[in-house]
């Protein structure tokens, strides 16, 4: 069940610098891999300020030479989603690349949205499917991309990760597995539309046994992180509720504006660049979400 991942004792004495690492995705990761008795160097603003000018020097002082990086530092478009934010976002990605300038790094990871797609891509989505972010959260992901291979790139291999969204232990309501999971526990749930618009969310596991993998075997490329089996909004509240033991009422509303369509991935690229990657469907993410709010007393 679940993620598997053929690791071994390789992993220990690894350095990784994790830049992000108290936010939900970036904790999950710290954590993974520090059970994985790698080396984890873990950056936060407090550390360092990407946004100031300095940053890139005071990264090359705090992260060892040859030393892997993670970056999960952002900006999402959940807090806010404007163009300060977008310029925001982009200084972060700048400061990184002018940081791993010279091949100081040992590898890049960057944790990277498929809102780069935009709203109304054609299905299903493929890594060649041309990216039209109608956000400026998307928009900053791209470049952001783009960044780390202007000028030959950061001299060692990239590994960009595009993410549909996750959920898992800790996410409270920063994730939609979350804030439906918060709404139900309240009462009752707002489905907007007719519900059968389909999405795909990947269990935050699965992104940190991949990046484990990704650190041990690093591959240069651009990758959809996803299960490959969409659900609709409807049998995503359905499923989750019964997973929660819950019955919630179910309230109807208008379409939201400027969301996006059907969410439906071709993973098989993933597939054959990782064949030993087994990415939970989502029922079985969800079961195994809903398990661990009650082994935490958040069902209570």
């Known amino acids: 069940m679940g993620v598997r991942m053929n690791t071994t004792d390789s992993s220990r004495g690894f350095r990784v610098a994790v830049i992000g690492h108290t936010g939900f995705v970036g904790t999950a990761i710290r954590t993974h891999l520090e059970n994985r008795s790698m080396t984890v160097i873990p950056l ?44 925001q976002n982009l200084r972060m990605a700048e400061s990184l690349v002018r ?16 809102d780069v797609y935009g709203h109304h891509p054609p299905t299903p989505i493929r890594e060649t499917t041309p990216p039209a972010p109608e956000n400026y959260y998307g928009l900053a992901k791209l470049v952001g991309e783009h960044l780390l291979r202007l000028s030959g790139g950061p001299g060692c291999s990239v590994s960009v990760l595009r993410l549909p969204g996750m959920y898992g232990p800790g996410d409270g309501d920063r994730s939609v597995i979350g804030r439906l999971a918060g709404a139900m526990r309240r009462g009752s749930v707002t489905i907007h539309g007719t519900g059968e618009v389909l999405r795909d969310y990947v269990h935050v596991d699965d992104v940190c046994a991949l990046v484990e993998h990704l650190l041990l075997h690093p591959v240069d490329g651009v990758f959809n992180v996803a299960t490959g089996r969409s659900l609709s909004i409807k049998e995503l509240v359905r499923r989750l509720a019964q997973e929660l033991r819950l019955t919630p009422r179910i309230d109807h509303a208008g379409p939201e504006p400027n969301r996006a369509e059907d969410q439906v991935f071709d993973i098989s ?4 660049s990782f064949p030993d990657l087994s990415i939970s469907p989502l029922d079985e993410g969800l079961s195994k979400y809903a398990a661990s709010l009650r082994l935490f007393g958040d069902l209570t």
């Open 269 to 272: 690229y993933l597939r054959a």
């Open 44 to 87: 936060a603003s407090r550390d360092c300020n990407l946004l100031e000018t300095s940053a890139p020097d005071r990264l090359r002082e705090m992260i060892p030479a040859g030393s892997s990086v993670i970056f999960c530092s952002a900006i999402t478009r959940v807090l806010r989603d404007d163009f300060e934010t977008l310029q």
């Open 99 to 114: 940081s791993a300038v010279g091949g100081r790094y040992a590898q890049v990871i960057y944790l990277s949205s498929t």
